[in-house]
């Protein structure tokens, strides 16, 4: 995927404001992933307008049909995955929803989730949780959350990173 784009943030806001479903948008995300052919056709230069036409109105959901076309005939099908992609993070964001990832070395129990969802919650009052876990065996132990645009690094590995730091005076 291309780095988002203020182009992409732009159309995403744009839809927000005219009301098209996150259903519709995660259709749209959900078939260009699956099928990454569609793109292909509409962003090809060599395929005429009127068939990229065709194709957005047989697959597409009806609300973003017209939207797709536009994209199309002003050859911007290419920002089509970082739409959706920023739709969905201007969605979290009106409706007040923190995206994190928990990576740990091993599964957690209840009780660290637990620990980490009030550590969150006094990091980011106000919002809504949704939350994933990883296991990334690199770290060694601990854990590391990434939420929204920070990084909470309490793994083993982040420890000797700024332990190393600090004894070199970087």
Same mark, same amino acid.
């Given at each position: 995927?291309?780095?988002?784009?203020?182009?992409?943030?732009?159309?995403?806001?744009?839809?927000?404001?005219?009301?098209?479903?996150?259903?519709?948008?995660? =259709?749209?995300k959900a078939i260009i992933?699956?099928?990454?052919?569609?793109?292909?056709?509409?962003?090809?230069?060599?395929?005429?307008?009127?068939?990229?036409?065709?194709?957005?109105?047989?697959?597409?959901?009806?609300?973003?049909?017209?939207?797709?076309?536009?994209?199309?005939?002003?050859?911007?099908?290419?920002?089509?995955?970082?739409?959706?992609?920023?739709?969905?993070?201007?969605?979290r964001r009106i409706h007040?929803?923190?995206?994190?990832?928990?990576?740990?070395?091993?599964?957690?129990?209840?009780?660290?989730?637990?620990?980490?969802?009030?550590?969150?919650?006094?990091?980011?009052?106000?919002? =809504?949780?949704?939350?994933?876990?990883?296991?990334?065996?690199?770290?060694?132990?601990? =854990?590391?959350?990434?939420?929204?645009?920070?990084?909470?690094?309490?793994?083993?590995?982040?420890?000797?990173?700024?332990?190393?730091?600090?004894? =070199?005076?970087?």
């Amino acid at each position: 995927m291309m780095p988002m784009t203020q182009t992409a943030i732009n159309y995403a806001k744009a839809l927000h404001e005219l009301n098209i479903s996150r259903e519709s948008m995660q =259709t749209i995300k959900a078939i260009i992933e699956a099928v990454p052919a569609v793109c292909e056709v509409l962003e090809a230069p060599v395929v005429p307008k009127e068939e990229k036409r065709r194709v957005a109105d047989r697959i597409f959901p009806e609300e973003t049909r017209s939207f797709v076309k536009l994209l199309c005939d002003y050859d911007r099908a290419d920002q089509l995955a970082n739409i959706c992609e920023a739709y969905e993070i201007e969605y979290r964001r009106i409706h007040h929803i923190l995206k994190a990832e928990i990576y740990s070395a091993k599964p957690l129990g209840d009780e660290k989730k637990q620990e980490i969802e009030k550590f969150l919650q006094k990091q980011y009052p106000d919002m =809504t949780y949704q939350l994933s876990y990883d296991i990334e065996k690199k770290l060694m132990g601990g =854990t590391k959350i990434v939420a929204g645009n920070m990084e909470y690094d309490n793994s083993y590995e982040g420890r000797l990173h700024q332990l190393e730091l600090k004894l =070199t005076g970087r």
